[in-house]
């Protein structure tokens, strides 16, 4: 592109058309269906599900009183007298719901690509089933279609109406896709095709959203040709509904009067920028319309503001975003979490016998997560195979149990090779205003040591050489002034994954809240200064990282909003979250992967 020219900085990109069939499902009111369905006596009444003193969701039936996720449980009383409080602390019961779910969407992909976003979202490139069925398809007799879900067993399928999109559509009044003339051109040709792929991604959804129903859950889903439409589309008809994007418009037209917050991989600072530039303080009302029509717009523009962080290219990465391009591939199904983490935030712990508590009940429930997620039985004995695909790394090593061998052989799947504590200091809330809310918040990392992988060990013995050897030392070197504690959260997390596949990728929209320039932009502003630590690595010998892989962690970082007293922005989801609930949708961020 010339940059110099202005007239080549604000043209619409040219793009070769995306003819991918992108599903996107999201559970609704997640939490609430997964206690509803543990207690079906809970489905009629006002639902609210409760971390520490928010609500993490509520059901819809909360929601038609004005209740609504995130908010905090005195205003929710006050607008539903009658909700009901469900405890959401433990996060077990919603992961197996997850995993059920994943595993089930995952049964119908034939190229693998099936990308989980939190606990209820999950991307699936479905391009290829949808291919192979469009030219299946009998243009004499629509109605009467047949939609074959495996290539080996053509009577595995469901019957099917092609001549109506199942479901919502966006534009409401597009015409019916097989009815254009027949002396379309070329192009017309290619348009009507990838409407008619889109119409059978749309059938294919109202299937599995049965299919997950069978399992107790209703779902949204958005269907479109990239997975920043697809979830924006999913959005548009929410709960128990469907909306598919038809190409046949620009998919501009569907983003513009969205507010430029609600578009995944658009944070904060891009927004504030773009104020800057518009000369705005409303970021309420800054539609991606005005954004993306705006003279002083370009991607030239956008790459001179942006820039100066070291992300080379995003200014036209955001602009593609307020087109609606995104050129992202639904990552390949990863069988092991990237990481696993457990924290637990307390009023000031100030004693060492205290925090040694904390972090023998954080190891504990870590460790049973990693035998949970990444410990498998081995009935084959065929330990040498690792059953996870790494084209990187070696398969870990085969551990079976040593002890009476009663549960039979097991492995690990895959091995975490580094250990990360994270601390941050407790603040009364009245010393709250004063500061951000991951304030003081500091890590460190280390090698994960081997006996935490011996299958034969008792589990106690594992934790208490954990935290005596390694968490202890590592809290020490975080918090050296030990006469002065006062802790408000500890967080353990295992990463770096031995043998897991991370899926890779960048240049996605999931993966752009993720982008390490980003992270340290956050933690400059959040912490001030980090050097304090920077000498401890010699110090500690045995530490082999300092704020390590932060490319790599799955925490949700804040920006506190300067013109917003009450809420800061989530780096990784753009969300203006209030302060209180900060910490519950850090979390909900944290077990994303999980
Ligand atoms: P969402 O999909 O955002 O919410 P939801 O499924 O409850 O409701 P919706 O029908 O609007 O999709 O998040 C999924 C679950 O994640 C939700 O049930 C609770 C949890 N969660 C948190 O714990 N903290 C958070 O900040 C958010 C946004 C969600
Ligand atoms: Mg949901």
Same mark, same amino acid.
């Given at each position: 592109m010339d940059m110099d020219n202005p007239d080549s900085k604000r043209k619409a990109p040219r793009r070769k058309r995306d003819i991918r069939v992108i599903l996107h499902f999201d559970l609704d009111c997640f939490y609430a269906q997964c206690i509803e369905n543990a207690n079906p006596?809970?489905?009629?009444?006002?639902?609210?599900?409760?971390?520490?003193? $928010?609500? &993490?969701?509520?059901?819809?039936?909360?929601?038609?009183?004005?209740?609504?996720?995130?908010?905090?449980?005195?205003? &929710?009383? +006050?607008?539903? %007298?009658?909700?009901?409080?469900?405890?959401?602390?433990?996060?077990?019961?919603? +992961?197996?719901?997850?995993?059920? #779910?994943?595993?089930?969407?995952?049964?119908?992909?034939?190229?693998?690509?099936?990308?989980?976003?939190?606990?209820?979202?999950?991307?699936?490139?479905?391009?290829?089933?949808?291919?192979?069925?469009?030219?299946?398809?009998?243009?004499?007799?629509?109605?009467?279609?047949?939609?074959?879900?495996?290539?080996?067993?053509?009577?595995?399928?469901?019957?099917?109406? /092609?001549?109506?999109?199942?479901?919502?559509?966006?534009?409401?009044?597009?015409?019916?896709?097989?009815?254009?003339?027949?002396?379309?051109?070329?192009?017309?040709?290619?348009?009507?095709?990838?409407?008619?792929?889109?119409?059978?991604?749309?059938?294919?959804?109202?299937?599995?959203? *049965? *299919?997950?129903?069978?399992?107790?859950?209703?779902?949204?889903?958005? $269907?479109?040709?990239?997975?920043?439409?697809?979830?924006?589309?999913?959005?548009?008809?929410?709960?128990?509904?469907?909306?598919?994007?038809?190409?046949?418009?620009?998919?501009?037209?569907?983003?513009?009067?969205? %507010?430029?917050?609600? #578009?995944?991989?658009?944070?904060?600072?891009?927004?504030?920028?773009?104020?800057?530039?518009?000369?705005?303080?409303?970021?309420? @009302?800054?539609?991606? +319309?005005?954004?993306?029509? @705006?003279?002083?717009?370009?991607?030239?523009?956008?790459?001179?503001?942006? /820039?100066?962080?070291?992300? +080379?290219?995003?200014?036209?990465?955001?602009?593609?975003?307020?087109?609606?391009?995104?050129?992202?591939?639904?990552? %390949?199904?990863?069988?092991?979490?990237?990481?696993?983490? $457990?924290?637990?935030?307390?009023r000031g712990l100030a004693s060492l016998s205290h925090i040694r508590e904390g972090l023998v009940q954080i190891t504990a429930s870590l460790l049973r997560r990693m035998h949970v997620d990444l410990v498998e039985d081995d009935s084959t004995e065929h330990v040498t195979t690792s059953s996870v695909s790494s084209t990187s790394s070696p398969a870990p090593p085969a551990a079976t149990t040593t002890g009476a061998g009663k549960k039979g052989r097991r492995r690990w799947t895959a091995q975490p090779k580094t250990l990360r504590l994270t601390t941050r200091p407790y603040y009364p809330p009245s010393e709250r205003d004063r500061y951000e809310y991951n304030h003081g918040r500091v890590s460190k990392s280390v090698a994960l040591p081997r006996f935490v992988f011996d299958l034969g060990a008792e589990t106690e013995v594992i934790v208490d050489r954990l935290v005596e050897g390694t968490l202890l030392p590592l809290f020490h070197a975080l918090n050296p002034d030990s006469k002065r504690l006062s802790i408000g959260l500890l967080n353990v997390c295992v990463t770096n994954m031995d043998g897991g596949n991370d899926g890779g990728g960048g240049g996605d929209i999931v993966a752009a809240f993720r982008r390490q320039k980003e992270v340290e932009e956050v933690r400059a502003v959040a912490y001030g200064c980090l050097s304090d630590h920077d000498h401890d690595e010699e110090e500690d010998g045995d530490v082999v990282e300092e704020e390590a892989e932060e490319s790599d962690m799955e925490e949700a970082e804040w920006v506190e909003e300067e013109d917003e007293q009450d809420g800061m922005r989530c780096r990784l989801c753009g969300c203006v979250i209030p302060f209180f609930a900060a910490e519950a949708h850090g979390r909900w961020h944290e077990v994303g992967e999980g």
């Open positions: 006596h809970l489905k009629l009444v006002p639902l609210g599900i409760k971390q520490k003193s $928010i609500l &993490a969701t509520c059901n819809y039936v909360a929601r038609s009183h004005g209740v609504r996720k995130l908010m905090g449980i005195h205003e &929710a009383k +006050r607008l539903c %007298p009658d909700l009901v409080l469900a405890d959401g602390e433990d996060l077990s019961p919603f +992961r197996d719901v997850s995993k059920k #779910i994943y595993s089930l969407l995952k049964s119908y992909s034939w190229n693998g690509r099936v990308e989980r976003l939190g606990l209820d979202e999950v991307f699936l490139d479905v391009t290829d089933v949808v291919a192979y069925n469009l030219e299946l398809l009998n243009h004499h007799c629509l109605e009467q279609s047949w939609f074959c879900l495996s290539r080996e067993d053509p009577e595995r399928g469901f019957g099917f109406d /092609a001549s109506a999109v199942a479901g919502c559509s966006w534009p409401l009044d597009d015409p019916d896709p097989i009815s254009k003339d027949d002396d379309d051109d070329d192009d017309d040709d290619d348009a009507l095709r990838l409407r008619l792929r889109l119409l059978l991604g749309s059938h294919l959804a109202f299937y599995l959203r *049965q *299919q997950i129903e069978h399992l107790g859950y209703t779902s949204a889903c958005g $269907i479109a040709t990239n997975k920043l439409l697809a979830k924006l589309a999913g959005d548009k008809n929410k709960p128990q509904n469907q909306t598919t994007l038809l190409s046949s418009h620009s998919p501009a037209s569907f983003l513009d009067p969205l %507010p430029l917050s609600k #578009i995944p991989g658009i944070g904060s600072k891009t927004i504030t920028a773009l104020k800057n530039l518009l000369k705005t303080d409303n970021d309420d @009302n800054l539609t991606v +319309r005005a954004a993306r029509t @705006n003279p002083a717009v370009s991607p030239a523009a956008l790459e001179r503001l942006l /820039a100066g962080g070291g992300e +080379r290219g995003i200014g036209q990465r955001i602009w593609l975003l307020l087109h609606g391009i995104d050129t992202g591939e639904v990552k %390949p199904a990863r069988d092991v979490p990237r990481q696993i983490s $457990i924290e637990d935030t307390y």
